[in-house]
RNA sequence: GCGGGAGUAGCUCAAUGGUAGAGCGUCAGCCUUCCAAGCUGAAUGUUGCGAGUUCGAGUCUCGUCUCCCGCUCCA
């Protein structure tokens, strides 16, 4: 099959569909759907609680008990992860160092008019000056000049000036709102020092050429006088609302008593700054020596603008995160090593393929601790609503030490390690060590995106066979690792099953359910395991009552074979990886 | 938050303003020797919620909630 055909069919699979066998089989309901739901959250049923805690356990056993599964860092060694569980209400000081709750949202500024929203610090102020010659070649002084003005003749919206000019200058729409025929020169981008980046270029309007600059708004105008500020769309003012911060920020109470005012606190946005606080505690008390990772797995809450697509964007959520420090000289190497690990080890749980790709951030996408120039990427999944885009699984970030350093500032701890590893050597022999602030390499993944993406991976339409669908988990993952049927409810087919099944629960029931199900005909139990992802059925007929054997039925291929019935537990066990 | 669409049984969907139904699934019994077979029966609904119009509302109007799509946003 080609590369084409495959992208054709993964998009074709319906998340209605989906969504609708996730509530027929238990994988996740609605949450509080008896009182007509709650927006942004969700709850799952007995299978998808399973398969979560089998993603979940995955990680923990893979990252944590096993150090990236044993492969070697890139010092050689083998990796060092220890874990902890940190608490979600954190002293609210936390969040002010890590920059969530003054800088977490960007206010946004709405045109009433349009109905369009735009972040505040994307619109920019547009002049349209007269053509004298010395202009040409001094930049500076135009913009210095319109910059007098504070309510811009137009205004634009863009990432950047640049890319606001060129909007304005290309697209017919905003050409014609704003009296401008065509851009008769390229456009200039640079740097200054009064107004910071701005964007100049010639253009043609009706009334001549003019030269056109495109400059930051000044400070506190969209405050202070957003009704004569013209709209970026229109070119009326009138229309735009002052800047609006949304509190992403989930915010709560402490004590009974207490009002909101002298006791806020918030639900934690990222279970990272649980890790970073406790840095120091896990260095001193436990043998560890950086390089070395602290990782977590747990809730964390954001007050999303709109909660979308089934459980991808949820208000309440649960992360995987590891911070892991190292020396500032590797962080370059640690960073290439956890990226190229992580998408190894979502490819072993079965998202390969066009499906799952590993994407570098563009620079300006960079989130602020992100230092200018250090990695940053996605493992992100082709979700059936994301098609043929994609949707973030994980990302791998290099903090750089900008948390701890923020709370080392906010909190006034010493935070630096001591390496006695490195500096120079001593007259005996041994290094001088060195005090440093490590640097962070963050490979931060979303459990429950991770179980929507395999639950969309796992989804096969199948028009051949009875339940028209089945679910191919990875039998690693799979909530049902096993069934066992006696073909029919008689001749002693029932005895034999029954504790076959109770012994193969004794010694995989950590991993998963082993059904037992003796009603109704064979096909609609292998049907209905098929739904439920179960990958092998083990079934008692005439025969094994003779010779000893089941057959083993296979859910991707629908294959059967014969193995002797006291080799099962044996035979799942392998079939499990175990 | 804005615009558009939708909401009837667990699921998929019917029902001209006039007694809320079907198929599938689920459950019970019988039957059944490898893929939702068959037979008999059962349970399941304040038609998302709340008002209004009407003799009468699943159907028309308004409000509200939730979901879907598009904007917007997304550490």
Redesign the pocket.
């Known amino acids: 099959m080609s590369a084409n055909a495959e992208q054709t069919e993964s998009s074709v699979k319906s998340?209605?569909d989906i969504?609708?066998l996730c509530?027929?089989r238990g994988f996740i309901y609605?949450a509080s759907e008896i009182y007509?739901?709650?927006?942004?959250f969700w709850d799952y049923g007995p299978l998808g609680a399973q398969l979560k805690k089998n993603l979940r356990d995955a990680w923990w056993t893979d990252v944590v008990m096993k150090g990236c599964d044993g492969k070697l860092g890139p010092n050689g060694k083998p990796v060092e992860i220890v874990p902890v569980d940190t608490s979600i209400i954190q002293n609210p000081k936390v969040w002010e160092a890590?920059?969530?709750v003054g800088?977490?949202?960007?206010p946004?500024v709405?045109d009433k008019e349009t109905?369009?929203?735009?972040?505040a610090d994307?619109l920019f102020a547009v002049y349209l000056l007269e053509p004298v010659n010395e202009m040409k070649t001094d930049e500076h002084y135009f913009i210095g000049g319109a910059i007098e003005r504070a309510i811009p003749d137009r205004t634009a919206v863009g990432n950047t000036p640049t890319e606001a000019l060129k909007a304005i200058c290309n697209e017919s729409t905003l050409r014609k709102a704003n009296g401008i025929k065509k851009l008769i020169s390229g456009i200039f981008s640079g740097q200054d020092h009064r107004v910071g980046s701005f964007a100049t270029a010639w253009v043609s309007t009706s009334n001549g050429e003019r030269y056109i600059a495109c400059v930051p708004l000044s400070d506190g105008i969209l405050e202070r006088r957003a009704n004569e500020v013209p709209s970026p769309f229109t070119g009326k003012a009138g229309h735009l609302t002052p800047p609006r911060a949304?509190n992403l920020m989930f915010k709560t109470v402490l004590g009974a008593t207490g009002n909101m005012e002298d006791n806020a606190a918030y639900l934690r946005?990222?279970t990272a700054q649980g890790i970073f606080i406790n840095f120091k505690n896990v260095v001193d008390t436990t043998r560890v020596a950086v390089p070395f990772g602290i990782a977590q797995t747990g809730k964390a809450f954001?007050n999303?603008?709109?909660?979308?697509?089934?459980t991808f964007?949820s208000r309440e959520f649960e992360q995987m995160e590891i911070e892991f420090f190292c020396h500032p000289d590797e962080a370059a190497g640690w960073y290439a090593f956890w990226r190229d690990w992580r998408m190894e080890w979502w490819q072993s749980l079965g998202l390969e393929g066009d499906n799952l790709i590993l994407r570098e951030h563009d620079s300006d996408?960079l989130?602020?601790y992100a230092k200018e120039g250090a990695g940053t990427s996605d493992i992100e999944y082709r979700f059936p609503?994301t098609a043929p885009g994609f949707g973030e699984l994980e990302?791998i970030a290099d903090r750089t030490n900008f948390d701890l350093k923020q709370h080392a500032e906010h909190a006034g701890a010493k935070l630096e390690y001591f390496d006695n590893t490195r500096g120079e050597l001593a007259k005996n022999g041994q290094p001088k060590g060195e005090r440093y602030l490590p640097h962070v390499i963050e490979p931060?993944a979303g459990l429950d995106r991770g179980v929507l993406a395999l639950l969309c991976e796992a989804y096969t339409p199948d028009p051949e066979?009875?339940?028209?669908v089945y679910m191919k988990f990875h039998p690693r993952l799979a909530p049902i690792k096993a069934a066992v049927f006696p073909?029919?409810?008689?001749?002693g087919m029932p005895e034999v099953a029954a504790p076959l099944a109770a012994a193969l629960r004794k010694r995989f029931g950590h991993l998963g359910t082993i059904e037992y199900d003796e009603?109704?005909?064979?096909?609609?139990r292998?049907?209905?395991m098929?739904?439920a992802g179960c990958p092998f059925c083990f079934?008692?007929?005439?025969?094994t009552l003779t010779d000893n054997t089941?057959?083993v039925?296979h859910r991707d291929t629908?294959?059967?074979e014969r193995i002797a019935i006291d080799s099962v537990p044996d035979y799942l066990a392998e079939k499990l990886g175990l």
């Open positions: 998340m209605d969504m609708s509530k027929r609605p007509g739901g709650v927006n942004g890590s920059g969530h800088g977490f949202n960007d946004m709405d109905k369009q929203r735009f972040r994307h949304f946005p990222e954001r999303e603008v709109t909660p979308r697509n089934f964007r996408e989130a602020h609503f990302g931060s066979r009875a339940s028209g073909l029919v409810k008689k001749d009603k109704q005909s064979i096909g609609k292998y049907a209905r098929d739904e079934t008692i007929d005439g025969d089941v057959t039925r629908l294959d059967q």
